[in-house]
Nanobody, 117 residues
């Protein structure tokens, strides 16, 4: 099965930047899309950004213009560059991979992002 390993979370001041990385282990089937979701305490998990194998991206309105998602299909790796971070960006960020051949999603363990002065 696909295993996702996330890294790059941490504590940053408002206005700062972080870069999250997610690498998928060797998989039998191709990963069509990868993305990032986040969940703050007491809130529902929400979409942050996604990117498919063709490079088409989708962003939540709240992060558009500040976050950039990118992907290396050959390495099954996805990054999330987060700039101009705000306290409301504080959440656990989860990497996601969609594998159509299996008909399901895979999730990383989550990485904490805290934006505070």
């Amino acid at each position: 099965q696909v295993q996702l390993v996330e890294s790059g979370g941490g504590l940053v001041q408002p206005g700062g930047s972080l870069r999250l990385s997610c690498a998928a282990s060797r998989a039998i089937f191709s990963i069509y899309a990868m993305g990032w979701y986040r969940q703050a305490p007491g809130k529902q998990r929400e979409l942050v950004a996604t990117i498919n194998s063709g490079g088409i991206t989708n962003y939540a309105d709240s992060v558009k213009g500040r976050f950039t998602i990118s992907r290396d299909n050959a390495k099954n790796t996805v990054w999330l560059q987060m700039n101009s971070l705000k306290p409301e960006d504080t959440a656990v960020y989860y990497c996601n991979a969609y594998v159509p051949a299996v008909g399901g999603d895979y999730w990383g363990q989550g990485t904490q992002v805290t934006v505070s002065s």
